[in-house]
C-alpha cells in the first residue's frame, strides 16, 4: 500500500505528466508486481481514493473570469427577491440525427456480454444538423423555431426570429400561443429579455430592436462572456438531446418531428425548477471567482 501511495504522490494522475509516468490502474499493476483486483483495492478500499474523469471545457482568459465574476455580483443584486422569475431565457443549439451517448453513464447490465452490434453508438463524419432557437421564463415556455439549413442567424434573420415573442402584428394574426405580448401588443407583465453575445444578438441593430421592443432585457454589455453555464436553457437542451435521440434518427424530418413533440412535453416544473436554479449558478461562479464550476 505504501508502494502505490508514493506513486500515486508523485503522479495522481492516468497520464504522464512533467516525466513522470502515469499511474493508471493496469500500469501500477505493473510496477508493484500485483492484480487489478488488488491495486483496485488498494486505492479505494485502503486509500479512500476515487477515480475522476478528466473534463474538457472552453478556456476563459483572465479579463474574461473577471468579467464574470462582476457581472455575477451585478445579477445578484439586480434579480434579488426571485426576480430570476421576470428574465425570459434564450438561446440557439445544434441537434444531429445521431444517438445520444453518455460516455459515463451509459451501460448494459447483462449476466453475459452482450453482442457488440447492441451496444454500439454508430457515428457519422458529418451527421445531418438541425439548429433550433428557444426561449423559456418562469410558467413560460416559447416556441421553438427552426432555423433553415444554411442560413445564418445574422442580425436581421435574428430579429425576424424575436418577433415571435415581441407578439408583432403578422405573429399575432396567427394566433401565436407562445407570445409574451397580450391580443393588444400591451405586455402581461414586465419580462427581462437574456440573450448571449454572438454576433447577431450583440449586432447594434439588434440592440435597438429590442430597446423598441422589450420593456427591459440584458444588454450585450451585461451578460458575461462565455457563460453557457448560467444559461437556464442549456439546461433544458441538456434535458432534451438524451430523450429527443435516445436513437438515431433516419432523417432530418425524423429529427424534427421528436423536436416538436419532446419541446411540447417539457412541464412547466422542470422549466420552472431551472429557472429557481440560477441564483444558485451564480452564487457557484461567484464562489469559482468567475472560473468554471461543476
Known sequence: MKEAK??????????????????????????????????????????????????????????QQVKRLNLGRVFKVRFANDRQRDIVFSDESPFTIE???????????????????NR????????????VWGAIGYNFKGPLIFVEENLKVNAAVYQELLGLLAGEAKIRDQANPYKLANANGSWARRWVFQQDNAPGHKAISTQQWIRQHFPDFITKDQWPPSSPDINPIELIWGILKPRVNAAAHPNVASLEEALKREWDALT???????????????????????????
Open 268 to 294: 412547466m416544473e422542470e422549466i420552472n425548477n431551472t429557472i429557481d436554479g440560477w441564483p444558485g449558478r451564480l452564487d457557484k461562479m461567484i464562489a469559482a471567482k468567475g472560473g468554471r464550476f461543476e
Open 120 to 131: 454500439t453508438v454508430e457515428r457519422e463524419q458529418k451527421p445531418a444538423t438541425v439548429m
Open 99 to 117: 444517438q445520444h451517448h453518455n460516455a459515463q453513464n451509459d451501460r448494459t447490465w447483462a449476466s453475459a456480454t452482450p453482442p457488440k452490434e
Open 6 to 63: 508514493c506513486h500515486l504522490q508523485q503522479n495522481p494522475r492516468s497520464t504522464r505528466k512533467g516525466g513522470i509516468p502515469g499511474n493508471s490502474v493496469r500500469g501500477v499493476t505493473g510496477k508493484m508486481g500485483i492484480s487489478p483486483t488488488s491495486a483496485r483495492r488498494i486505492y479505494k478500499d485502503r486509500l479512500g481514493l476515487t477515480a475522476y474523469k478528466d473534463v474538457e471545457r472552453k478556456a476563459l482568459t483572465p479579463a
